[in-house]
T-cell receptor, first 112, second 114 residues
């Protein structure tokens, strides 16, 4: 039972490059989320999805795009990476009527 | 403006003693509160939660207390064990359902010393 799987675990990008982070969950959760964690800032919500084909902005959405074409997958895209996007990114998922999230193990992204 | 605040970035406690982690919130609409635990290189894991209709919830060595009038909650760990060394995030939401986005605090790093 894999839970929430994030790919890749580590990545170094040059400023201006693009990339996509993949999140996959096998728990049939309706809701999925992307957070970023920065020192002293805790976890901040980037985008989230309440179902297949739907997405919404969170607290810090600028510079990111997302897609949820399949219920089990939630993709986070950076079209033109900036050093300010250096962070650890966490994906999470949940049932629509139960509290608490299941998190992935994170993707450490460095933009140079 | 942080709606969920953990003012202590770190805490060191002797093994066997009580660990008390504190959290304050500013949004009076929050009615569901959670604690997550995070080890290095892993994602946060759900630890314990409490609804605003209660003032205490206990699960084994972990107890969460909620003081709504003070907008304050705390996590007590008794007795503290070496495996409790981790970062603890306080979180809050408007509503029980996960349709409500969870707002996280900045975390407190707990170290349990022998």
């Amino acid at each position: 039972n894999a839970g929430v799987t994030q790919t890749p675990k580590f990545r170094v990008l040059k400023t201006g490059q693009s990339m996509t982070l993949l999140c996959a969950q096998d728990m049939n959760h309706e809701y999925m989320y992307w957070y970023r964690q920065d020192p002293g800032m805790g976890l901040r919500l980037i985008h989230y999805s309440v179902g297949e084909g739907t997405t919404a902005k969170g607290e810090v959405p600028d510079g990111y795009n997302v897609s949820r074409l399949k219920k089990q997958n939630f993709l986070l895209g950076l079209e033109s990476a900036a050093p300010s996007q250096t962070s650890v990114y966490f994906c999470a998922s949940s049932y629509h009527d139960k509290p608490g999230y299941t998190f992935g193990s994170g993707t450490r992204l460095t933009v140079v | 403006d942080q709606q969920v605040k953990q003012n202590s970035p770190s805490l060191s406690v002797q093994e066997g003693r009580i660990s008390i982690l504190n959290c304050d919130y500013t949004n009076s609409m929050f009615d569901y509160f959670l604690w997550y635990k995070k080890y290095p290189a892993e994602g946060p894991t759900f630890l314990i939660s409490i609804s605003s209709i209660k003032d205490k919830n206990e699960d084994g060595r972990f107890t969460v207390f909620l003081n709504k009038s003070a907008k304050h909650l705390s996590l007590h760990i008794v007795p503290s064990q070496p495996g409790d060394s981790a970062v603890y995030f306080c979180a809050a939401s408007e509503g029980y359902s996960s349709a409500s986005k969870i707002i996280f605090g900045s975390g407190t790093r707990l170290s349990i010393r022998p």
